[in-house]
């Protein structure tokens, strides 16, 4: 089961990522900035980390966000779309509070 102290570390460190990404080379975000929110990052990797997730499994969320940057927050995702994600850290067998279903 996915709680929600999960769900708001993957929906941060999400954020994140799609932040680090949309303004990696703005010249106009100060380079302590990237700092900041790439120690935050960090600190939310050790954070998955401590409840289960697998390295190869966080490598993979970064590429799907490099891939997919998303447009919208993590909390305006569908429940399929969100249990996509969680399905993708978790495994196939997790359970969503959200009520999609598989």
Known sequence: MITETIKETLE?????????????????????????????????EDKLIGEGVSGKTIETIVEMTRKNTLEKPISELSDSQLLKVCKLIFGKEVEFEGGATP
Do not use: P
């Not at 941060?12 to 100060?30: E, H, Q, T």
């Open 12 to 44: 941060k460190y999400i954020r994140l990522c799609s932040w680090f990404l949309i303004k990696d080379g703005d010249k106009d975000v100060a380079s302590n900035q990237f700092e900041t929110v790439l120690k935050e990052i960090g600190n939310l």
